[in-house]
């Protein structure tokens, strides 16, 4: 049975110790948070369990072997560097990190202690988007053309971080399991329309080593929620609406085709395609009780994690990419695609595999670590249910 601590019960940590509660294999034995009043509200809700004010005591406690951060970004790398340096396995809320830099730290102390280190792109773990995963993967869309998504609503204004470290990693995260492959360079500009408030409205451009494109559009400042995605390829094109109650996903028989002009060998003819619409069947089992159970499988059958510490790194590297580009209105940027060796995480498996059932690792003393409860915008996750 592996134990689980949450560090963090503001918006998305009840959520996250309802679904360790229930995820087979786990159990949640610590919450910790700033507030007295929330960490009193989860021992109402959950007696038995342990409840602080502070993260060392969490971090420190015997009863923990994993722990899982849901506090603001910019507390994720000392306390996820604190817990696994205390020997735990550790699940970041996203973004992972603040720098890249921070985050190439975490996952060589993860391989190092031969610990799972897991970030938390919830949206992954839907059956949509896994959906969409295996129709691109599949070659059923063809050669992908593009990648369009818009994701915006009506607040929340966050404080500490810009629309794109707050919405767009979603879909950066979505992009990155859908399509498999990284970005060369990005554009991004935006704007920031309430005075000492970071960026509220971001469109960014993401360029590849071919002629697939993508395109993010994201906002704290419309009218009306949209959560959209379109991927076109050469045979079909796919229409993602998270906000869909059912029939998400939307596959049509669109497209165009060229042919050479027999009177022009220098012209090429197009001709539209406007085919049928079928709505594919996809798993509508809550995508935070998927990732749960997948955490504790990670961490007790040395399967390594879909959404791992190297997927949270590539993100991090898009999200610095994009912030510089927009600081210079829009100047392209080059994204670092280097990495060390084992950072794939390949190490790790080979690491637990060998050892069986993944074991500690002698523990070092924790420094106390300052931490806030999570204040990630409601309009940034899937629904809860």
Same mark, same amino acid.
């Given at each position: ?61 015997? #009863? ?25 396995? /550790? ?10 830099? #921070? ?22 773990? !839907?059956?949509? %988007?896994?959906?969409?995963? *295996? ?6 869309? @063809? *050669?992908?053309?593009?990648? *369009?998504?818009?994701?915006?609503? $009506? ?23 859908? $399509? ?8 991004? !500009? @935006? $704007? ?77 003819? %197009?001709?539209?395609?406007?085919? *049928? ?22 961490? !007790? ?27 210079? #209105? ?14 794939? @995480?390949?190490?790790? /498996? ?7 059932? !993944? ?15 999570? #204040? ?10």
């Amino acid at each position: 049975m592996i134990r689980v601590g949450v560090i963090g019960y503001g918006y998305w940590g009840p959520n996250l110790v309802r679904n360790f509660t229930e995820a087979p294999g786990a159990t949640v034995t610590f919450v910790s948070d700033l507030s007295a009043a929330r960490v009193a509200h989860a021992a109402r809700r959950y007696p038995g369990i342990a409840v602080s004010t502070t993260a060392r005591e969490l971090i420190a406690s015997p #009863q923990v072997d994993a722990v899982v951060v849901a506090t603001p970004v910019e507390t994720h790398y000392s306390l996820a560097l604190a817990a696994l340096e205390a020997g735990k396995h /550790v699940l970041v809320e996203k973004p992972l990190t603040s720098t890249a830099e #921070q985050a190439l730290h975490l996952i060589e102390e993860a391989e190092r202690r031969r610990l799972v280190l897991m970030v938390d792109h919830t949206f992954v773990y !839907t059956g949509a %988007v896994q959906k969409i995963r *295996d129709l691109v993967q599949s070659g059923e869309l @063809g *050669d992908i053309y593009y990648y *369009d998504s818009v994701r915006v609503n $009506l607040g929340l204004f966050q404080h500490d971080v810009n629309v794109l470290w707050d919405l767009a990693v979603h879909d950066l995260s979505i992009m990155d399991f859908v $399509l498999g492959r990284q970005p060369t360079s990005v554009s991004a !500009t @935006g $704007l920031a329309h309430v005075s000492g408030r970071p960026e509220n409205i971001a469109y960014l451009t993401l360029f590849f080593d071919d002629r697939l494109i993508g395109h993010f559009h994201v906002n704290w400042l419309a009218p009306v929620k949209v959560r959209r995605t379109l991927v076109s390829g050469s045979r079909r094109m796919v229409v993602y609406d998270d906000l869909e109650p059912s029939e998400k996903v939307k596959v049509y028989d669109r497209g165009i085709s060229l042919n050479p002009s027999t009177e022009n060998v220098y012209q090429m003819l %197009v001709a539209y395609r406007t085919g *049928d619409m079928w709505a594919p069947q996809v798993a509508l089992r809550e995508a935070l009780s998927v990732e749960a159970a997948h955490f504790v499988e990670c961490i !007790t059958s040395a399967i390594r994690p879909i959404t791992s510490g190297a997927a949270g790194l590539r993100i991090v590297r898009l999200l610095e990419a994009a912030t510089q580009s927009m600081a210079a #209105q829009g100047r392209l940027v080059n994204v670092a695609t280097e990495s060390a060796p084992g950072f794939d @995480g390949s190490g790790l /498996v080979r690491q637990l595999a060998s050892r069986g059932v !993944t074991q500690k690792e002698s523990r070092t003393p924790v420094d106390a670590v300052s931490h806030t409860g999570a #204040q990630s915008t409601q309009e940034s996750r899937p629904a809860a249910t």
